[in-house]
């Protein structure tokens, strides 16, 4: 499986960015798909994770009520909806599915299973 980022970019602080990441292989159950983000000489965070059928959502509390993910199951496509960013987002953002089932929806990297390459966001102040 190969999940390919999108959407980074440079914003002013307050703009918005919309992160795509589509999975290539369409055939392969998705359980969770989920945000991560990496900083500049920082260790790999949380930021939301959802379901595949849609009925649960996390967020990071740093995130909450400013940043959004959605999925559109047809396109095998998973978005975040990053909205009021602040220059602390700044960040390469990674998205990453969890296909075995092994686990409920988690905030935990270790148990997503495939990664994509990241695209870089910067917002300045």
């Known amino acids: 499986v190969q999940l390919q980022a999108s959407g980074g970019g440079l914003v002013l602080a307050g703009g918005s960015l919309r992160l795509s990441c589509d999975a290539s292989?369409?055939?392969?159950?998705?359980?969770?798909m989920g945000w991560f983000r990496q900083a500049s000489g920082q260790e790999r965070e949380f930021v939301a994770a959802?379901?595949?059928?849609?009925?649960?959502?996390i967020y990071a509390d740093s995130v909450k009520g400013r940043f959004t993910i959605s999925r559109d199951n047809v396109a095998n496509t998973v978005y975040l909806q990053m909205n009021s960013l602040k220059p602390e987002d700044t960040a390469v953002y990674y998205c990453?599915?969890?296909?075995?089932?092994?686990?409920?929806?988690?905030?935990?990297?270790?148990?997503?299973?495939?990664w994509g390459q990241g695209t870089l966001v910067t917002v300045s102040s």
């Open positions: 959802m379901t595949w059928r849609g009925d649960k959502k």
């Open positions: 292989e369409r055939s392969l159950r998705m359980y969770f």
């Open positions: 990453a599915a969890h296909t075995s089932g092994s686990y409920t929806l988690t905030r935990r990297a270790d148990v997503y299973d495939y």
